[in-house]
Structures are given as structure tokens and as C-alpha cells.
């Protein structure tokens, strides 16, 4: 974090940013709960310093935050960051701080955010996706489809929880079915490349069914996920959701299997609360769990729904916390 000490005297300012919105709230110190929370459409500034300054002169005007986590949709290297599906130029953390004037400023990727919630998760917060099984402690990860897919860890350390971002969305598609193969198949004679993003996201829901109507023979009008989803009778819109649970069911579970998530995978997202009751009637758990021979293995890591209004709102704050004197708050449970 750039800047100087952070103070538990001021709001904080945490912010979730994505390729659609960009989403803005102030806290109180690390044990508080967002307010003021307001949503303001990506495509509206010409920036990160600017949409959160819009959000400080038209909804705080009477506030000075002490300090900000911003978490942004995209890579965090280098000292830069990058909004992978919006239209900003890259940016530093202290020209974004300097615009802004605040003392103290971070930036970290979405994912980091939501994984860093974790932890302060409570049990109304989640719907579990298969039989419930208690978890068994350790590293925990997070997934989640909406304008990208993004994919995080948490890992416990004798002083706290260590994120682990990165771009787990790039990985290759896990296709494993004939239609799915053939589904991946157009995806990378049209794109170039059968990344897991392209299929599971919002713009990849809409892909699945287009390239599952062109399969059967049938012209497709093009669909958002949300009309997909309002749709579901519809044979070809009920497989593509299927298709996609499938899919995801199978990325977490590679995911799971990579980085050891004894403690949980929890999926994350827009899209997946609009469709719960598709994700837990799907196959999504049975591809999760289906990985010969360590069926076992999978089957005691629980996989659940995040339904909290806003998770990544939480992580930012954990992130500013991290850097008071003594974050007791951080422990692990």
C-alpha cells in the first residue's frame, strides 16, 4: 500500500471494479460493513481515478477517506494495473492516489479481494453446491464467472491469510464430453485459442449457445446470459446452462486439485446467483469430484455458493487492514 500509517479514525474507501461497473462504498475500520454503497457504469469514465473520484464528489462530498483498497477486474504487476475488459488505459496505484489526494491508496485484483472475504463469510452468506461436507481447514479458493472468470487462493500462514491471484481464467477450456470438445473446437477456430473465459462468462454464455445451435442445425438469435437464463425451457438454452455448470464444475475442481483447497472452493460472480438453482441441479459437482483416482480426495472439499451482496467489498477492507499495527482481526479462526 502507498502512502502513510492507516487510521481507524477516518472512513476507508474500498471500492470492486469491473469491465460493466464499478462499484464504490465507505467503511468504517476493518470490523465495519459497507455504506454508501453505489454502482457507477464502467463505460462512463475515462479511468479508475476518475469513476472513483465521481463516486467521492457525488455521494461522500463531506468525507475524506484515511485510506483505499480499489480491487479492479485484471492483472496487478509491476506496479500497474490493467482492466482486462474495459476500455482504461493502464495505471499506476500513485497516479490514481495522487489524483485522488488520499493519503493512502491499493490496488489489487477483484480475486485477491474476494478471497481475502473469505474467511469473514458467514454461514447465510453461502448455499452449498452438493452434500454438504464440513471443510477440513487449510487453503481455500475462490471462482467466479461475469463480465471475465476470475480464480484466486487464500492460503493460512502463522500471521494471517496470503492471497493468491492470478489468471486462472486463461487456462484452457476443460472440455471432456463430444459436444463439449466440438463446443471448444469453434471457440478456437473463431478466437484462436479455447480459453476457459471465452466459455464461462457472460459473453461465453452466450458463445455455448450459439455454437450448441449451430451444432444442431438451428439459427440462433444472439442471447445475453440473461435472457439465457430467462429462457431456460427452451432446449437449447436449458443445455447451454447445463453445459456451463459442467464446464465450471470441472475448472474448479482442476483449480482445487492445483493448489490443495482442503477448506473450499466457493464460486463467485454475477451470473451463478441467477442461475442457482440450474448450478445445484446440474453436474457441476459431479465434474468437480470426478478426477480418477483422487474421487475420494475431492469429494472431502466442500463447494459452495457466495450470495453476499458484496464479498470483494469485504476483501478490500481486509486488504487496508492487513497494514494497521497489530491486525488482530486477521488471525486465522
Not at 19 to 24: D, K, S, V
Not at 119 to 142: S, W
Not at 167 to 189: F, K, S, Y
Request: hydrophobic share 40%; aromatic share 4%.
Amino acid at each position: 500500500m502507498s502512502g502513510t500509517a492507516v487510521s481507524e479514525s477516518a472512513p476507508w474507501l474500498v471500492a470492486d471494479v469491473g469491465g460493466t461497473n464499478a462499484r464504490f462504498a465507505l467503511v468504517d475500520g476493518p470490523d465495519g460493513d459497507p455504506y454508501r454503497v453505489r454502482s457507477l457504469p464502467t463505460r462512463d469514465h475515462a479511468g479508475l481515478a476518475e469513476a472513483a473520484a465521481a463516486y467521492l464528489g457525488r455521494y461522500a462530498p463531506d468525507v475524506r477517506p484515511s485510506a483505499a483498497c480499489l480491487a479492479v477486474a485484471g492483472p496487478v504487476t509491476g506496479g500497474t494495473f490493467h482492466l482486462t475488459n474495459a476500455g482504461w488505459p493502464k495505471g499506476t496505484p500513485e497516479e490514481v492516489r495522487d489524483h485522488l489526494g488520499l493519503p493512502r491508496l491499493d490496488i489489487i485484483n477483484d480475486f485477491e479481494a474476494l478471497a481475502l472475504a473469505l474467511p469473514r463469510l458467514r454461514e447465510d452468506d453461502l448455499v452449498p453446491i452438493g452434500k454438504a461436507c464440513p471443510p477440513a481447514g487449510g487453503t481455500l479458493a475462490v471462482v467466479g464467472p461475469g463480465t471475465g472468470l476470475g480464480v484466486a487462493g487464500l492460503v493460512p500462514t502463522p500471521s494471517g491469510w496470503v492471497p493468491l491471484p492470478g489468471e486462472g481464467g486463461q487456462v484452457d477450456v476443460p472440455a471432456a464430453t463430444d459436444r463439449e470438445i466440438e463446443v471448444a473446437r469453434r471457440l478456437r477456430a473463431e478466437h484462436g485459442s479455447a480459453t476457459a473465459e471465452l466459455l464461462l462468462s457472460g459473453g461465453g454464455l452466450s458463445r455455448v449457445h450459439r455454437y450448441l445451435a449451430a451444432i444442431g442445425g438451428t439459427p440462433a438469435e444472439p442471447l445475453t446470459a440473461q435472457e439465457i437464463s430467462e429462457r431456460r425451457g427452451d432446449p437449447v438454452c436449458r443445455e447451454a446452462l447445463h453445459m456451463f455448470c459442467a464446464l465450471l464444475g470441472s475448472l474448479a475442481g482442476n483449480v482445487a486439485l492445483t493448489l490443495g483447497t482442503r477448506g473450499g472452493v466457493y464460486l463467485g460472480g454475477g451470473i451463478l446467483p441467477r442461475i442457482a438453482d440450474v448450478l445445484r441441479d446440474s453436474a457441476f459437482r459431479a465434474r468437480f469430484e470426478g478426477k480418477p483416482p483422487v474421487e475420494d480426495y475431492m469429494r472431502g472439499i466442500p463447494t459452495a455458493l457466495i450470495v453476499h451482496h458484496g464479498p470483494a467489498l469485504v476483501g478490500a477492507t481486509m486488504r487496508i487492514a492487513q497494514s494497521l499495527p497489530d491486525p488482530e482481526h486477521l488471525e486465522l479462526a
